[in-house]
């Protein structure tokens, strides 16, 4: 029952579905102020945790540091890079009615938004970035996810020294937060390779780990792979708010 609930309120926020009495009380109540930089924003979408924090530029971290395995240097990463990432398809697949390949131009003319948000890696290191990037949400409702559809695995370019690729992934509510972009851009510029390039995940609401850079594929399924990433495979936790 309870997952019942969960997941219709997934699929109302990607368009699938009907709208809720709340967002009209949010939108036109007091709290509408608040949301600010949400304006716009399908407002069912926002789960217990509510919104991220936003800061002003003068808050931006200048060097915003690297964590992470190598960048990718195969030859199709590299080939992609060396062709300004002309060739570069995002892949939606899996339970989804209509699958996409998507260039970068197709990503971004889905509407791009900037927002100015922590990251936390567990490591022990926050920064401040300002990240443009794609809703989530508006890729999904584009490939339309399957009625069983219950996780988004993002699957990366990049690979351990074992050969272990990192992947992460989300539940449709995540997913559906307005807060949770692919992200081409951080700080005004497009990413660079070390950064994720040429396109990442970033996830305002949960620790750095979740945030999958060199974002190949995004694939909707009913189950989770592993323990749902790289690093959850290892130990850490699959739900990592902050
Ligand atoms: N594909 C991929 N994504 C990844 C990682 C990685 O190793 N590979 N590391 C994660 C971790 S632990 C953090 S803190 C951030 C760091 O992002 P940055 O290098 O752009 O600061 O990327 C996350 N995304
Ligand atoms: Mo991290």
């Not at 019942?4 to 036109?28: E, I, P």
């Not at 508006?138 to 069983?148: D, E, G, M, N, T």
Request: aromatic residues 8%; positive net charge; contains cysteine.
């Amino acid at each position: 029952m309870k997952r019942r609930l969960f997941l219709a309120s997934s699929l109302a926020s990607l368009g699938l579905a009907g709208c809720s009495s709340v967002k009209d009380a949010l939108t036109q109540g007091p709290l509408r102020s608040v949301l600010g930089s949400a304006q716009g924003v399908d407002l069912t979408v926002i789960g217990t945790r509510g919104l991220a924090r936003e800061y002003n530029e003068s808050a931006i971290t200048s060097d915003f540091p690297l964590d992470s395995l190598d960048t990718p240097t195969d030859t199709t990463y590299a080939g992609l890079q060396r062709a300004n990432w002309a060739p570069y398809r995002l892949v939606v697949d899996g339970l989804v009615a209509r699958p996409q390949r998507l260039s970068l131009a197709e990503l971004r003319a889905l509407g791009t938004l900037t927002q100015i948000t922590r990251h936390d890696c567990v490591e022990g290191w926050s920064a401040i970035g300002k990240w443009t990037g794609v809703r989530l949400s508006s890729v999904l409702a584009l490939a339309q996810p399957a009625q069983h559809a219950r996780f988004v695995v993002f699957h990366c370019f990049d690979r351990d020294q074992l050969g272990n690729t990192y992947y992460e992934s989300l539940n449709l509510h995540q997913a559906a937060h307005p807060q949770t972009i692919l992200a081409t851009d951080l700080n005004g510029k497009p990413l660079a390779p070390d950064h994720g390039a040429p396109v990442r995940l970033k996830i305002a609401t949960q620790l750095g780990y979740k945030s999958a850079k060199w974002v190949q594929r995004i694939e909707l399924a009913a189950n989770l792979p592993g323990s749902g990433g790289y690093w959850e495979d290892q130990g850490y936790a699959w739900y990592a708010g902050i």
